[in-house]
């Protein structure tokens, strides 16, 4: 699709990018943009991967989208009510709100075409599997790969999984790998991406509503961890365990019902940003769950008979590999 570097510039805008007036932007989480556009045609560079194409392929390779989808998407946008001003990115963006009050949901062919992946590329796919859940056997892992339709992106070299909502509609991916490969961008700079990424400028939700709503008519304690690596090693070894997506997301008050009358374990990561988390966390249960509780670390390092500091990060799998590489039984009340 041909457009100027305006219109390329006002469509990043809206979603959700922040174009500076030299036409410079951050695809991913780093310090300084890493992509531009190029005046004359309009399309984009990402000099972190070497990447080129226009706003349409843009959405196909950074968004999921499929060709057509990207395409009558663009197409909607352009037929928005706005001058294309490069000056006036605050009200094309408004004027985007008021015309979508949908979210757009990702499709099951997209979901499918990971699990296509999945099978043509199933060692690798089984090798990530395997360091993500290093404390389910064979079976676990198969059961939830099955369950939660856990897919791979060979390009990106990730464990794919769809996060959905109550009515089981896909609100974005999570995207893994436990130790992604460091590169070389175009211009010759080290580029290190996290182990978790997520579908940008996408609405998430917790992990696994679904579960949530069957914990929540049981008696026994509903674990809430920071992440979803965590959440699918807890899960795989029987613990009624949700997670928000990170030890900074607060919890929507449309699941607060969930959690009436519940026994709740807060198990977040030990460091600051889990120490605070949890703390948040436990602050918005009040008064709602019959009983809140903090899971303390360095109590159950000590219980365990750890000599040494506990690192920082230890975390829910950490505690999980223990108990398994000692031959424990693995209980769930763990304080």
């Known amino acids: 699709m041909q457009l100027t570097k305006e219109q390329t510039a006002e469509i990043l805008n809206a979603l959700g990018y922040q174009i500076d007036r030299s036409y410079k932007f951050k695809i991913r989480d780093e310090h300084t943009p890493s992509a531009s556009i190029n005046p004359k045609d309009g399309k984009i560079k990402d000099f972190g991967s070497g990447w080129y194409g226009d706003i349409v392929d843009f959405l196909v390779e950074f968004h999921n989208y499929q060709q057509k989808d990207a395409f009558r998407k663009i197409s909607s946008m352009l037929n928005l009510n706005t001058d294309n001003s490069f000056t006036?990115?605050?009200?094309?963006?408004?004027?985007?709100?008021?015309?979508?009050?949908m979210p757009h949901y990702i499709s099951q062919s997209i979901i499918d075409n990971f699990q296509k992946e999945r099978k043509e590329n199933f060692s690798r796919f089984w090798e990530l599997l395997s360091q993500?859940?290093?404390?389910?056997?064979?079976?676990?892992?198969?059961?939830?790969?099955?369950?939660?339709?856990?897919?791979?992106?060979?390009?990106?070299?990730?464990?794919?999984?769809?996060?959905?909502?109550?009515?089981?509609n896909c609100l974005t991916f999570w995207k893994y790998n436990p130790t992604p490969t460091?590169?070389?961008?175009?211009?010759?700079?080290?580029i290190q991406l996290p182990?978790?990424?997520?579908?940008k400028n996408r609405q998430r939700t917790l992990f696994d509503i679904k579960n949530l709503e069957k914990f929540s008519k049981?008696?026994?304690?509903?674990?809430?961890l920071e992440g979803e690596k965590d959440c699918l090693n807890a899960l795989a070894n029987g613990f009624n365990a949700i997670t928000l997506g990170s030890a900074t997301q607060n919890i929507d008050n449309k699941f607060l019902n969930y959690f009436k009358d519940k026994y709740v374990v807060i198990a977040?990561?030990?460091?600051?940003?889990?120490?605070?988390?949890?703390?948040?966390?436990e602050k918005d249960l009040k008064g709602i769950t019959k009983k809140t509780e903090i899971i303390d670390w360095e109590k159950i390092a000590k219980k365990l008979g750890f000599t040494d500091k506990l690192k920082k990060g230890?975390?829910?799998?950490?505690?999980?590999?223990?108990?398994?590489?000692?031959?424990?039984?693995?209980?769930?009340?763990?304080?």
């Open 132 to 168: 993500t859940m290093p404390t389910a056997n064979k079976e676990q892992k198969r059961e939830i790969a099955k369950k939660y339709e856990i897919g791979y992106s060979k390009k990106a070299d990730r464990l794919i999984m769809p996060i959905k909502d109550e009515n089981g």
């Open 88 to 101: 006036n990115f605050k009200s094309y963006e408004n004027i985007k709100k008021e015309n979508s009050s």
């Open 314 to 335: 230890f975390d829910f799998t950490d505690y999980l590999k223990i108990i398994s590489s000692n031959s424990k039984i693995i209980e769930k009340n763990i304080n």
């Open 268 to 281: 977040y990561d030990f460091d600051e940003s889990g120490k605070n988390g949890s703390k948040i966390l």
């Open 218 to 224: 049981n008696n026994e304690p509903i674990f809430i």
């Open 182 to 190: 460091p590169f070389i961008g175009s211009d010759g700079g080290v």
């Open 195 to 199: 182990k978790v990424m997520f579908s």
